[in-house]
């Protein structure tokens, strides 16, 4: 974009849009560090357990390898599922394309437990099956909606760039990627959205994450438990995704021609 | 499915021949794996990781050369692509699939001791590999032949049909079969209570979005509160709004009795459900409303124009007009209940899920499987049932 | 000059354009005319190389193009499309800079292209070049699409029946436009339509196509006095062929000096077409008109019977030429 690209009648974006994801950030970040501070009302909540603050490993640490296992394979499924998306749109990849659509959108059928419980047998226990699950499953949405994004290029468009003499990389690089931006970015947003859940289900499967306290208080029936892990995943769950809207919106703000 | 039709029909191609590079590439893929990974694994009792097995050893070399013609047959017939060609590669597929319980067979006669009943033979990872990518060379064989979607759905029940004999009759060392058999109510048990607790949430989701899409119609200022509200719940990981449910409810469950007699607790179908229902109604309201509100302007006030009452119109036009979106949302819906029930196993909503966790728990692999591939087979079955009623509720007939 | 001996297209077993032979000269304007799915547009597109010719020979300044490199060949040929295909994500004056750009000019002399081409089709600089595509009106969208086309200074433009879209007023607007700006620039136009007065308006060479063959060529005038076969005759208006024609001609290529007779009531300016004259007969009830020049002096007359006799004239000489 040129500086002035948002000059005229597109108007400026209000920065209090930021807001809300630094505000469940924030929130997020209060609720690591003030858990214990909770201990009484947790107390209230499970009055006969030994222990009411989970304590088998740090909050933060917790939270840190949640995020470390949805990155890596968000930056991995990013980086395969644009590229694969860009491939099959080619000319030399076209064979591929409908095989390929038609995998992406049957994949998104596969429920992301049965995924995550196959790669166990094949991968064993641990952190690694989680993120090649996590990678298996959260690439379908990208390699979708980057197919779509693609093709809903007006050809018209497309056509018109390659008769004004651009370059099929300049064709991809300066019309179809930034008009296909939009729904890319939707599709990593729902990639990423699934893999945090998907990933708290990796507690159940050796990986230790913000899970951990939901499942060790299933199983302990301590409910203290529960609330903890439940509340830090939804307060991760909200500031990713609120983050992931703000910057759609405005994208697509930049974009509104259609 | 709309991006397939999309694409220029193969007849616009610039060469009109031109090799099949999709089905010559499957082709090698399934012969490398079938040679490099492992075809099975025999292990002495449940918990006991086998021994794996290549292909020589599981099904002997006439076996092994069998496979790899039938393999290379397909890549020959694909890279000089006919129908007539594609016709033959379906026939070789249909085989391949055939076969495949046979090769078990054999490499269980020969590889498990018949005096340990607790032997076991695994599928091994070339099995699985082979298998995918024979459904692969179907999708594409299905376009290319310019099949109705209903062509697959009858082959792979025919041939199902086949395996599920097979394993009955003569597969009783297969893993999978043996964890079956030890538990066979139980998996009828969980198969059902799955189903229902998937149709329980999904109708009254469905019940619940139309009233709800309805008033949003009606109210607009309810519209953005409710749909901010259900993107909210949706955003919550699905493990995390089962676990703040459970509090709750076991709180109530054991300080009403009232609701304690009506089965509320904290364990249980209680939170299973309202967690379901809660993740169903964003899906479903929103096709709803999308949907109703989708319908052109233009056919709504003919119909006024032509006379119809508020309700003809709504009944007549935009309710039939708006059906096949409707039932989209309720795919989606379904699809994503039947994954999500599975999860609800971990607070002891019973189902399929049960399970996978019990065998992750019991690092029984062969258990998972019993889980997770019903589940898998359940959503591409819910995902085919509904998808083929929309299309054929689709006015004009399908798109 | 464009030359194409012999070109054909086919998609498999369909020829979408068969044995087609047609040169264009240096700076004139040739329309191809045609029913949709003529073969019209994929003509054009095969000049700059969007579509390859099956067989034939495709000649371009005494080039063959299949020598150009296709990216290249195409940065020197401007191409208007009837949706414009501007990219909705960059404003005008990017959209306008784009070949520039492609070729590496410097900024500062882009930026003095897009302003002189934006004042050359009256697209106030201050008021449009931050604009995006979806805020300009379909005549104003074109103009862009033109001015994109023209950023570079191609000597040949393509034309893929640019003016479609676009509202009757707004459509004869922007010809008027097009055909003052080729008056100056000369560049050599193919240009594709289905409008007949259009290309009639425009065109010094007319080319008629029909499945994907050429019915007949030549200059608007001789096609009108002389339609090949009566599906040319039908597009060229059967029964207002006459008028056609008469729009074509100028009244003071009719006009006799003034006569000793009283001077008509009736005038009318002298670079005013014979259709308007006609025209003007029948509405004023009279079948004499008093020519006038700029100052609105009488300088000649125009009668029915020498217009009528004339056309005749026109048509006997072409049959002996």
Redesign the interface.
Known sequence: M?P??N????TNVPNTQWLLPFGWALLLLISIMGMPLLESVFRW?EPDARQVIYSRAAFYELLGRHVLVVGVAAVVTITAGVLAGIAVTRERGR?????V???A??G???????VL??A???LG?GTLPIIVALMLYGLLPIV?NT??GI?DV?A??K?????????PW?VLR??EL??AAPVILAGVRTSV?IN??TA??GA??GASNL?DP??A??VNGN?AY??Q???L??LL??SV?SAFNVYQQRLRR????? | MSLIDALPSPALRRRSWHPNSVLLCLSGVMLASAWLFSLVSVAPNRIVTGTSFGIVDAIGWPGAALISMLFMAIAALATVPSQGHYRAILGIIMLTLLLMPFGLMVAGHWLVDASMPQARLGIGAAYWTVLFVLLLCLVELRLRLGLSRWWPTLILSAIGAVWWGCAALWLGNLALVQEFQARDTQFYQAVKQHIALVSIAVGVSVVLGLLLAMLMRRYQRLQKVAFALLNFLQTIPSLALFGLLLAPLAWLGANVPMLAALGISGIGNAPALIALIAYSLLPMVRNTYIALEEVSVETLQAAKAMGMRTGQRFWQVRFPLALPVLLEGVRITAVQAVGLTAVAALIGAGGLGTFIFQGLGQAAMDMVLLGALPILILALMVDAGLGALADALRPGGQE | MIELSHVSKRFGDETAVDDITLRVAKGKFCALVGTSGCGKSTTLRMINRLIEHSSGDIILDGQSIEQYDPVKLRRRIGYVIQSTGLFPHWNVARNIGLVPRLLKWPATEITARVEELMGVLGLPVGEFAHKYPHQLSGGQAQRVGVARALAADPDILLMDEPFGALDPITREKLQDELAKLQSRLHKTVVFVTHDMDEALRLADHLVVMRDGRIVQQGSPLALLQQPADPFVDSLLGGLERGLKQAALTRVKDHMTSLGPTLPAQSRIPTDFSLRQALSMMLRDHCDRLTVVDQNDMPIGELSLRRIVKEAQLDKVSQRDA
């Open positions: 040129t002035n690209a000059v005229g009648s597109v909540v064979d591929f394309l409908p095989l659509g038609q995998l959108s049957l998104q059928t596969f429920p992301p437990v049965a419980a196959l166990v047998p094949v226990f979708r197919l779509a093709n007006d018209t468009i056509e018109a760039a390659q008769a004004m003499g651009m370059t300049q300066h019309v930034p008009l959205t945090i859940a708290a289900l159940t499967v899970g939901i499942i208080g299933i409910m529960v609330l892990g439940a509340l995943i939804a769950a909200l995704d930049r974009l509104s021609a259609f």
